[in-house]
């Protein structure tokens, strides 16, 4: 992975960027998904800011008879959330040769939403301080996307046929990470803990907060024209 900053090698936070930069690399190693391409191409996206912290995620799903796979990298900065995206697809219909999906996005820690982290404990009856986590779902928004889960309504009666329309819930979502104990080992889950605290910490941090906005008093005809249109 090439240099993404030039620092002193013997002060501390040169020393701690180093660190970072090639822990990094050894993280994409370990995922055995082009390491040397993706970490060139958030090496490009980081444009010489050197990383603070990261998440790597490498999913595999199967289409039909072929295997997928998809990482996901995110590399936390003084200033800035970078995340990566790298997918494979087949350049011809027996799969001999192969192309690299990739997308980049640079969001401003200012512009994040919200860090939303949960969690999933099993034989929670059982329970003990720090029993591990058997997996853990990261959710973080900035854009203000959301994503519509739809599925049809029904009733408590289980003979009743009527049409009750349909009922969904709406989430505020960029990015949905699931790290799991079972497929992705309890570091990878640690390591997800750990970068979405830092996340919210750098985050909120570098929103500084303000009082609320106050409502302006409106008297004579405002006020009683809001009333009559259901304003209390």
């Not at 994409?28 to 060139?40: A, M, N, Q």
């Not at 994040?112 to 058997?134: F, H, W």
Request: negative net charge.
């Amino acid at each position: 992975m090439a240099p993404m900053s030039h620092n002193p090698s013997g002060s501390p936070a040169g020393q701690q960027r180093t660190s970072e930069r090639e822990s990094l690399a050894a993280a994409l190693e370990r995922t055995g998904f082009y390491p040397i391409l993706v970490g060139d191409v958030v090496a490009d996206a980081l444009d010489g800011r050197p990383p603070v912290a990261h998440l790597t995620h490498l999913e595999t799903h199967f289409e039909r008879s072929e295997v997928r796979r998809h990482v996901t990298v995110l590399a936390l900065t003084e200033d800035m959330l970078v995340v990566t995206h790298v997918d494979e697809a087949p350049l011809d219909e027996a799969g001999s040769r192969m192309a690299a999906q990739v997308s980049t996005e640079s969001v401003p820690l200012a512009q994040i939403a919200t860090v939303v982290l949960s969690y999933v404990y099993a034989q929670p009856a059982d329970y003990s301080p720090g029993d591990p986590v058997r997996e853990v779902t990261l959710a973080i928004a900035w854009s203000g996307g959301q994503r519509l889960d739809i599925l049809p309504a029904g009733c408590g009666d289980p003979q009743c046929e009527a049409d009750h329309g349909y009922t969904g819930t709406v989430a505020q979502e960029d990015l949905v990470l699931r790290i799991s104990a079972d497929a992705d080992g309890p570091r990878a889950v640690d390591a997800a803990k750990h970068f979405a605290r830092l996340l919210r910490s750098v985050s909120i941090g570098s929103r500084p907060l303000s009082p609320a906005p106050t409502r302006p008093r409106l008297g004579g005809l405002a006020s009683r024209t809001l009333r009559g249109h259901g304003g209390r």
